[in-house]
């Protein structure tokens, strides 16, 4: 920052002399000289475990007004006949401060965010564990007196849908409406196999936290309820709140400051920190995702009001139960040539945890023309658009220069969708490179089986005529599909 202070000012800055370098050459080396010991008897080197800004901002402040006040007694007593412009000194002192400020705010953004404030959770050791004690019906009193404090916090229909899901009068029901984790540890473990959770999750800050201790707290196959305001409901209030355009507008800010800043590394823990995790946007598909990545399976999932209910069975207690960072560039597991898994590099045009969605697709959506998901919730607006331009398969050229995949062959797919295809496919497949443009886009196959026969044939031609004769007469045709019958990305 000394020698970029330096060049900016005696570069870009007019200045009565035309050899400014010369000139400042050894004023340079003093004012570095001074600024470095300056800094360091203010401690503003010393790395501390924690990190207090406040007292940084201090130090830097306390250290740029020894230095001034140093050079300026060097220029006026030691250096008087060398003609120092004061202006020089207070231009350089400025920039050299100003660098300093923003690469101080920088390094303490970034350690702030590395400091994860105990967001991993560890996994304790368990083994098979039922109910500790047998379910008894609740008297009429008590049934009365739970319907009357649910109805105080959800609606009589969500209240008719839980009765319909779960044993809700039953000793082994336990139902609070909390947004901490401590009324959740306080419960003695097992005690319950049905647990149901009032607070919506946009109020709550540590959501996989507070999934991994009702995963802890509950039996085998205990059930756990959960509600949230989708984004969907925020997105539809606001374009009714406010006036054509305007609404747009609005919901572009409210989506960035509650949807894109949390998800940033550098914003992500101070965002959660100014707005304690209050009034947070998301996704179905994000908080289904959390839940199967905390070791729940989704059973059902209900809208009630502007609220949606989610029924999920524990099936498996996670190692660790941690909160997750999402860029705009996503690395997905393919399966390869030789049947080896490899990182295909993407935008990402999912919503975050959907990763952990896809056993949940495959159980509970459809197929639809082209192998995919009939409204697959997991994409987001942006993503359905970037995939129709064909946008968020650019990074995939990174896996071309890598050797991973050629530009025509058959299509990447995750193990999950692999296993899917028939036994003599299977094995064709791992036998060539996967492409950049699949056989997929000549002859837009609509149903799996036809997918499966489009590859076969592309794979079976590659065998008789060649590689490389066959990946040029298959581009010719999927260039003419994109062109002449607008195939888009999928």
């Known amino acids: 920052m000394l020698a970029v202070s330096f060049v900016v000012v005696l570069v870009w800055f007019p200045l009565t002399t035309q050899i400014p370098f010369q000139k400042y050459d050894i004023y340079a080396l003093v004012f570095s000289g001074v600024w470095l010991l300056t800094n360091y008897l203010t401690h503003r080197y010393v790395r501390v475990k924690y990190m207090q800004i406040g007292v940084n901002l201090l130090r830097l402040v306390v250290a740029a007004a020894f230095t001034f006040a140093i050079m300026s007694a060097y220029m006026y007593v030691l250096a008087d006949g060398m003609n120092y412009s004061i202006y020089v000194l207070l231009t350089i002192w400025g920039v050299m401060l100003t660098f300093s400020f923003i690469f101080l705010l920088f390094s303490h953004a970034y350690r702030y965010a590395l400091n994860e404030e105990d967001e991993v959770e ?31 916090n959800t609606s009589e229909k969500a209240l008719v849908w839980m009765e319909k899901s779960v ?10 409406r909390t947004a901490e984790l401590f009324n959740l540890r306080k419960l003695k473990p097992f005690r319950f196999d049905v647990i149901v959770n009032l607070m919506p999750l946009n109020q709550i800050r540590g959501i996989n936290k507070m999934f991994g201790v009702v995963n802890d707290q509950l039996p085998d196959d205990g059930l756990f ?24 507008l609005v919901y572009a800010v409210i989506f960035f400051y509650k949807r894109i800043l949390p998800k940033l ?14 009034d947070r946007v998301l996704s179905k598909a994000e908080v289904l995702g959390r839940l199967c990545y905390c070791g729940f399976e989704i059973v059902d999932e209900q809208k009630r009001n502007n609220l949606i209910y989610v029924l999920a069975r524990r099936s498996f207690r996670p190692q660790t139960v941690q909160r997750r960072l999402y860029g705009m560039f996503v690395r997905l597991n393919r399966v390869g040539k030789n049947g080896k898994m490899f990182k295909v590099y993407k935008f990402r045009t999912m919503h975050p945890y959907s990763e952990f969605l896809q056993e949940y697709m495959y159980l509970h959506y459809h197929l639809q023309e082209g192998g995919k998901f009939n409204h697959d919730i997991r994409v987001t607006t942006l993503g ?30 995750s193990k999950q969708y692999f296993s899917l295809y028939s036994q003599e496919l ?37 065998e008789e005529k060649g590689t490389f004769c066959t990946d040029f007469i298959y581009f010719w045709k999927i260039l003419y599909t994109i062109i002449f019958r607008r195939a888009r990305s999928h």
């Open 265 to 278: 590394f550098m914003t992500s823990r101070l965002y959660y920190d100014i707005t304690e995790g209050k």
């Open 426 to 462: 299977r094995e064709k497949r791992i036998h060539h490179k996967p492409g950049l443009l699949p056989p997929f886009y000549a002859d837009m196959p609509k149903t799996l089986d036809e997918i499966q026969a489009s590859e076969m044939r592309y794979l079976v031609h590659c």
């Open 384 to 413: 359905r658009f970037m995939r129709k331009c064909w946008i968020d398969e650019w990074p995939m050229l990174l896996n071309l220069l890598r050797g991973d995949m050629k530009f025509v062959g058959v299509r990447p797919l």
């Open 167 to 176: 044993p809700l009068y039953s000793s082994n029901t336990f139902v609070l």
């Open 225 to 248: 309820v959960c509600c949230f305001e989708p984004q969907s409901v925020l997105k539809q209030c606001i374009l009714r709140t406010y006036p054509p355009i305007i609404n747009r």
């Open 122 to 152: 560890r996994a304790p050791e368990r083994g098979s564990q039922k109910v500790l004690k047998a379910a008894v019906p609740l008297d009429e009193l008590q049934r009365r007196n739970l319907r009357e404090s649910i109805l105080e």
